[in-house]
T-cell receptor, first 114, second 115 residues
Framework: KNQVEQSPQSLIILEGKNCTLQ??????????LRWYKQDTGRGPVSLTI?????NTKSNGRYTATLDADTKQSSLHITASQLSDSASYIC?????????????FGDGTTLTVKP | NAGVTQTPKFQVLKTGQSMTLQCAQD?????MYWYRQDPGMGLRLIYY???????DKGEVPNGYNVSRLNKREFSLRLESAAPSQTSVYFC??????????????FGDGTRLSIL
C-alpha cells in the first residue's frame, strides 16, 4: 500500500530554535516529493520539490533532504520564527504524468512560542 | 493575481440538502483538483480534471459529482449531503500534469458542516 507517514504529529519549540520534521514513504514508483506549509485557515503552499536525483534543496530557512534508498525525507527549519507556526505536509507523487497519483501525509503541526 | 478562488468560504447544510462548491483559477492551468481534509488526516483526492473536458475519480468520489465548466472553473456538487461529508474542501490547480517541478496551487478552502 502506498503510504506517507510523518513524525512527529506535533511539535512545540521556542522562537529562534531549529527543528527537523520527518517523512517516511512506501510509495512506489517514485516521481517526486514535495513539502507544503499550511497556515491555519489557509490552503497549502509549496516549499520545496525534489526529484529522485536531488538529495538537498533549500528555500530560505527551510532545507529539505531526500534519501531515495531508505525512502526518507526531512524538513529542517533554521532559526524558527513565530510565522513558522503551521502544519507541514509531505506529498509523494508516483507518476507525474497522472494527476491523481499523489499521496499526502497527515502533516506535522509546528507551534513556535516566543 | 488571485490564484485559486473558492466560494463559499463557509456553509452549513441540513442532511439531504444539495449544494455546489465553486472553484476558479486565473493562472491558465490545465489540471484542477478537489480534495477534502478531515481533522488529523491528510488531504484525500475526490475528483480531478487533467484538462478541460475530462474528469476522473480520485480516492473518495462517492457522494460527489464534478463539472469542468471551462478551463478556469471546476465545481463540486453534493447531491444529498450527509454528516460524513462534513469537512474542509480544497480546490487546487496545476499547469501541466507532466511538468516535474510545478506544484499544485491551492485555494483557501470551503468549510462545510452538515447537520
Amino acid at each position: 500500500k502506498n503510504q506517507v507517514e510523518q513524525s512527529p504529529q506535533s511539535l512545540i519549540i521556542l522562537e529562534g530554535k531549529n527543528c527537523t520534521l520527518q517523512c517516511n514513504y512506501t510509495v512506489s514508483p517514485f516521481s517526486n516529493l514535495r513539502w507544503y506549509k499550511q497556515d491555519t485557515g489557509r490552503g497549502p503552499v509549496s516549499l520545496t520539490i525534489m526529484t529522485f536525483s536531488e538529495n538537498t534543496k533549500s528555500n530560505g530557512r527551510y532545507t529539505a533532504t531526500l534519501d531515495a534508498d531508505t525512502k526518507q525525507s526531512s524538513l529542517h527549519i533554521t532559526a524558527s520564527q513565530l510565522s513558522d507556526s503551521a502544519s507541514y505536509i509531505c506529498v509523494v507523487t508516483r507518476d507525474n504524468t497522472n494527476a491523481g497519483k499523489s499521496t499526502f501525509g497527515d502533516g506535522t503541526t509546528l507551534t513556535v512560542k516566543p | 493575481n488571485a490564484g485559486v478562488t473558492q466560494t463559499p468560504k463557509f456553509q452549513v447544510l441540513k442532511t439531504g440538502q444539495s449544494m455546489t462548491l465553486q472553484c476558479a483559477q486565473d493562472m491558465n492551468h490545465n489540471s484542477m483538483y478537489w480534495y477534502r481534509q478531515d481533522p488529523g488526516m491528510g488531504l484525500r483526492l475526490i475528483y480531478y480534471s487533467a484538462s478541460e473536458g475530462t474528469t476522473d475519480k480520485g480516492e473518495v468520489p462517492n457522494g460527489y459529482n464534478v463539472s469542468r465548466l471551462n478551463k478556469r472553473e471546476f465545481s463540486l456538487r453534493l447531491e444529498s449531503a450527509a454528516p460524513s461529508q462534513t469537512s474542509v474542501y480544497f480546490c487546487a490547480s496545476r499547469s501541466e500534469p507532466g511538468s516535474r517541478n510545478q506544484p499544485q496551487h491551492f485555494g483557501d478552502g470551503t468549510r462545510l458542516s452538515i447537520l
